[in-house]
């Protein structure tokens, strides 16, 4: 998807020029938009200076109107400057409305297209077009630059959809950082039709260009194709939000960018009750990048956050992916079990005290490691978080120490007893020594604390008892030692989070500002306020619910990831999109049950995309005869199209490295996007050096990253080697193999027993 920038096949190099070309159209808006957002600022400051020049008059009216003026100027001047960077993320060209009228922003409010705006002929003119960002900015003749992403005129650029598209023609996503534009991605709302902006055709760049052109086929067929592919996605789109929405999808059907649009349709539909929050979730980083490059920031709330699977937990970010044996432990729900015991282990990992020496009343009290020992594991009998026991097994230190030291009984009147025990507790509790046992005995534990002990294979293996075997578990703590978290890991952290529990903090007084005490003009002065990023990342981390979640690629979550991402979401309504057949979960039905736990009792509403609209015929073709290996009686999504040419098999002759080389090298010369070389995942670093030099156009990915993306050719290294590296292998194959949206190749090793032609033993009829 990073790579759907070519479609056009042979006239990829023009496709190529017609994309530069329109990054360079909206760089030269952008920076006629930074122009006048400097005219803005000055004319901000400058009402600033006239207002103190206007406080020299000296006289009571002027005064106020001086406060006023400059804090009227400085608001102004704080939201210009806080939202200067990375503003523009939109644009909506539109056929001319039924009415004329224009609202304060300066765009037309008009939603559906006036008679006669498409020609008889199918061709029409764009009338309108609109820039959407953060904030609204209007040129000197008041005719609108960017409108604010709130305003009504920007709805469509949220609602819009093909079988409901309004005046929309083409919607753009336009990614820039700072002030230079990186990418425009395009969805065409009328594929059908032929429109024409100032004197040319409108130029579509991304999957919208590979709609046009299936829309504007002469083959009747083909537009029923694309309709079909509207309607069905639509219908997600808008589904009702109030339960579970399951979509079901194979390679190519646009799972993933329906979802990023159900997002943004929610939260324009019903921002308010989306102002939890929602948290879209992929599998992996390099899918994330995809993400956030399509689906704008939504506000200066924050209210939709992107995460990879590896960086759910605050603070911690996944750079491993550990063996698929090691994976299917660590995964699995035996883990929970695990973790319980690990936890209240952990206690006594810094050989804790094995006596309490304390004074009280004159006398010396002591208790000893048997006791000490009952009163732990009266403590812990409780399902409560192991952090937050603390105080009940402090308790029950201090009702252990005041039947040892015999003072119960001196006193028959019930207040007079409450009194001396009070003292007592005052007494005791004040004391060093009684801190400094605490302390030790009953340490604060947090979540990596835990998870490193568990490196250590004795102290696991005694956790673990009857859990998981032997080898699991020499293999687990092996990979615990190691610098780096995985992606496994990432779930056992937020587990552990859960068990433990985060000790109650006290609240911190709120320092008094010394400008609460000024009056007047310093009263009014507004104090820099947080910017919308600065405040979206604050809310994000803060945030550890959310009012609608979106998982992206479903299929692939754990057991102990669904109960991640379920702690998330306990309020929320789901959109829960994946394949079955692009499963790389060893335990299908164990992450359903999962799965279903997370969900909880909220009704379920399913639907299924059937066209694969990504994958040529030729592609879809071989692909299906490896889900027909990892899951017998499976249908492929039907293939919308035929490119003529088949996919290429070629054998190694000198070595695996620069087998693959050449051939990435080869189609590096045959198509004008990106190429994608994808091998088993203990091969990735390897990969890279062999494609070392050749340019950014060619990456390297092992087999479990390449879920979600596309690039416009593929390499396919070794079938056999993929297939063989976890149970799930087949299914990760059939992903592998369903990535290029124009040409695809597959390097075949001695493992893979490829016939006299090359073809793989796998792959053969």
Same mark, same amino acid.
Do not use: C
């Given at each position: ?70 804090? $009227? ?12 960077? &990375?503003?523009?993320?939109? /644009?909506?060209?539109?056929?001319? !409305? ?35 960002? $953060? ?12 409108? &604010? ?21 083409? /919607? ?7 002030? =230079? ?24 760049? !991304?999957? !919208? ?22 309607? +069905? ?28 649009? /159900? ?37 200066? %709330? ?37 973790? =319980? ?165 006290? $609240?911190?007084?709120?320092?008094? &500002? ?14 820099? +306020? ?12 803060? $945030? ?8 992206? %690629? ?93 996919? =290429? ?62 690039? &416009? ?11 063989? %590296? ?12 369903? /990535? ?12 893979? %027993? ?12």
């Amino acid at each position: 998807m990073a790579a759907q920038a070519h479609r056009q096949g042979a006239v990829g190099s023009v496709h190529d020029s017609v994309r530069d070309r329109e990054i360079r159209v909206e760089q030269e808006h952008l920076d006629r938009v930074y122009r006048r957002l400097e005219e803005k600022i000055h004319e901000a400051e400058f009402l600033m200076q006239d207002a103190a020049r206007r406080g020299q008059v000296g006289t009571p009216g002027a005064l106020a109107e001086r406060d006023a003026q400059v804090f $009227r100027a400085g608001i102004h001047l704080s939201r210009l400057n806080n939202e200067f960077e &990375d503003f523009l993320f939109g /644009r909506i060209d539109l056929l001319t !409305g039924k009415d004329g009228k224009k609202g304060p922003d300066g765009a037309y409010t008009a939603i559906e297209p006036a008679e006669g705006a498409v020609r008889l002929d199918n061709t029409a003119d764009i009338a309108e077009t609109l820039h959407i960002g $953060r904030i609204g900015v209007l040129d000197q003749d008041y005719a609108p630059l960017v409108i &604010d992403w709130r305003a009504p005129a920007a709805a469509p650029f949220y609602r819009s959809t093909p079988v409901d598209p309004g005046r929309v023609v083409r /919607r753009r996503v336009i990614r820039s950082k700072g002030r =230079r534009v990186l990418g425009v991605e395009d969805d065409l709302m009328r594929p059908e039709l032929t429109a024409y902006l100032d004197g040319g055709e409108l130029p579509v760049i !991304g999957d !919208g260009a590979l709609m046009a052109a299936l829309g504007q086929a002469r083959s009747h067929t083909m537009r029923d194709i694309v309709a079909s592919i509207q309607a +069905e996605q639509d219908l997600v789109i808008r589904a009702p939000a109030a339960s579970v929405t399951y979509v079901e999808g194979g390679p190519g059907t646009g799972k993933t960018a329906v979802a990023l649009h /159900r997002a943004a349709y929610l939260l324009y539909q019903d921002r308010r009750r989306y102002a939890g929050g929602i948290l879209i979730v992929s599998p992996t980083p390099l899918l994330v990048a995809y993400t956030e490059g399509v689906l704008p920031s939504l506000g200066e %709330e924050g209210q939709v956050a992107i995460r990879a699977i590896g960086s759910l937990v605050e603070g911690s970010e996944a750079t491993l992916y550990d063996s698929p044996s090691v994976a299917r432990a660590k995964g699995s729900s035996r883990m929970l079990k695990v973790l =319980r015991k690990a936890a209240r282990g952990a206690l006594e990992l810094n050989d804790p005290p094995a006596r309490l020496r304390v004074v009280a009343f004159g006398r010396r009290l002591e208790l000893e490691a048997g006791e000490l020992d009952g009163i732990r594991r009266s403590a812990l009998g409780g399902t409560a978080p192991v952090n937050l026991l603390r105080p009940r097994a402090r308790k029950l230190l201090l009702d252990a120490l005041w039947e040892r030291s015999g003072a119960a009984g001196r006193h028959s009147d019930p207040e007079l007893a409450a009194e001396l025990r009070s003292s007592f507790d005052e007494d005791i509790t004040s004391e060093d020594a009684f801190i400094a046992f605490l302390d030790a005995w009953w340490p604060e534990l947090t979540p990596a604390a835990v998870l490193d002990a568990m490196a250590d294979e004795r102290r696991l293996g005694r956790w673990a008892r009857r859990i998981l075997n032997p080898g699991e578990v020499r293999k687990v703590a092996r990979s615990l030692r190691r610098e780096g978290r995985s992606v496994h890991d990432i779930a056992l952290l937020d587990e552990l989070q859960a068990v433990l529990g985060a000790p109650a903090r006290p $609240r911190r007084k709120r320092e008094l &500002d010394p400008l609460d005490q000024l009056t007047g003009l310093e009263e009014l002065m507004p104090v820099r +306020e947080e910017s919308q990023r600065e405040r979206a990342e604050r809310l994000a981390q803060e $945030r550890v619910e959310y009012a609608h979640v979106i998982v992206d %690629e479903a299929q692939d979550l754990t057991p102990m990831q669904w109960r991640m991402v379920g702690r998330r979401g306990r309020h929320a309504t789901w959109t829960v999109v994946g394949d079955p057949a692009q499963s790389s979960w060893s335990d299908p039905d164990e992450a359903a049950e999962a799965r279903d736990e997370a969900l909880g009792t909220r009704p379920r509403r399913r639907f299924e995309l059937t066209v694969n609209y990504r994958n040529p015929a030729e592609i879809a073709d071989l692909a299906s005869k490896v889900l027909a290996l990892a899951m017998p009686g499976s249908v492929s999504p039907k293939a919308v199209r035929s490119t003529g040419v088949e996919p =290429r098999f070629t054998v190694v002759e000198d070595t695996l490295g620069a087998t693959v080389r050449d051939e990435a090298a080869r189609l590096l010369e045959r198509v004008d996007g990106t190429v994608g070389v994808v091998v088993a995942m203990q091969r990735r670093e390897e990969a890279r050096r062999w494609l070392a030099g050749l340019g950014d156009r060619v990456v390297a990915l092992g087999s479990l990253e390449a879920k979600g993306l596309e690039y &416009d050719a593929t390499v396919v290294v070794s079938p056999a080697e993929i297939a063989d %590296e976890s149970p799930a292998g087949l299914r990760v194959l059939y992903v592998a193999l369903t /990535r290029a949206t124009q040409q695809l190749t597959v390097v075949s090793a001695d493992r893979d %027993e490829p016939d006299a032609a090359g073809i793989p033993d796998l792959l053969r009829d």
